[in-house]
């Protein structure tokens, strides 16, 4: 089945200490965004890339960082993550064209916890 | 711009009793109008979506929804809760233009035997 899968489910790590999640799609969607979630509130978008065109959002701070090598691939950087980074982060897909376009569809998401 | 809400955070339903969730938006154009459910610890699954054409639009698990343009108002519906479905519901606006997803707050359904 055609999906959107992040890596790891789950991540620890120090506080200060870089930390990487990945994110792949096998739907050939061209855009991908990323996601932080806090628990009961809403996803807050930190940015997303349409095809190529990194977009941040005006408020996400500087310590988050992605990459996109490929189609396929999105990576979530956070330089020096904080306690209060400890959160969901959600990645998504959608496209641009075709009956679903503009349908975002969600990984399972990683827990990231700071210590 | 564009903006959700979602008037009830918290809702508790019998299994096999109704239920609704309130979805109110507000946009100047046409607006694309999407439920998505997440269950605990996991990502965001689409339930329905309206783009245009019938007001009414069937999901899945059971699930509905009406745009009612006048009330700028998405209501989800479903005519009997099965336990499985206690979940945050979130109700979010896009638009033709725009690849970006406007949330709501979201609401928490506890179903209760």
């Known amino acids: 089945d055609a999906m959107v899968i992040q890596n790891p489910r789950y991540q620890v790590t120090q506080f200060g200490k870089p930390v990487t999640l990945s994110c792949s799609q096998t739907?050939?969607?061209?855009?991908m965004y990323w996601y932080q979630q806090k628990s009961s509130q809403a996803p807050k978008l930190l940015f997303h890339?349409?095809?190529?065109?990194?977009?941040n959002e005006a408020d996400t701070p500087d310590n988050f960082q992605s990459r996109r090598p490929n189609t396929s691939f999105c990576f979530l950087d956070i330089r020096s993550p904080g306690l209060g980074d400890a959160a969901m982060y959600l990645c998504?897909?959608?496209?641009?064209?075709?009956?679903?376009?503009?349908?975002?569809?969600f990984g399972a998401g990683t827990r990231l916890s700071v210590l | 711009a564009q903006s959700v809400t979602q008037p009830d955070i918290h809702i508790t339903v019998s299994e096999g009793a109704s239920l609704e969730l309130r979805c109110n938006y507000s946009?100047?154009?046409?607006?694309?109008l999407f439920w998505y459910v997440q269950s605990p610890g996991q990502g965001l699954q689409l339930l329905l979506k309206?783009?245009?054409?019938?007001?009414l639009v069937q999901g899945i698990k059971g699930f509905e929804a009406e745009f009612k343009r006048s009330q700028s108002s998405f209501n989800l519906r479903k005519p009997s809760v099965h336990w499985s479905d206690a979940a945050e519901y979130f109700c979010?606006?896009?638009?033709?233009?725009?690849?970006?997803?406007?949330f709501g707050a979201g609401t928490q359904v506890v179903v209760t035997p």
């Open positions: 979010a606006v896009g638009a033709d233009s725009w690849v970006k997803l406007q």
């Open positions: 309206y783009f245009s054409g019938d007001t």
């Open positions: 739907l050939n969607h061209n855009v």
């Open positions: 890339y349409y095809d190529k065109d990194f977009n």
């Open positions: 998504a897909t959608s496209r641009d064209n075709g009956g679903d376009k503009n349908i975002q569809y």
């Open positions: 946009y100047g154009a046409t607006p694309y």
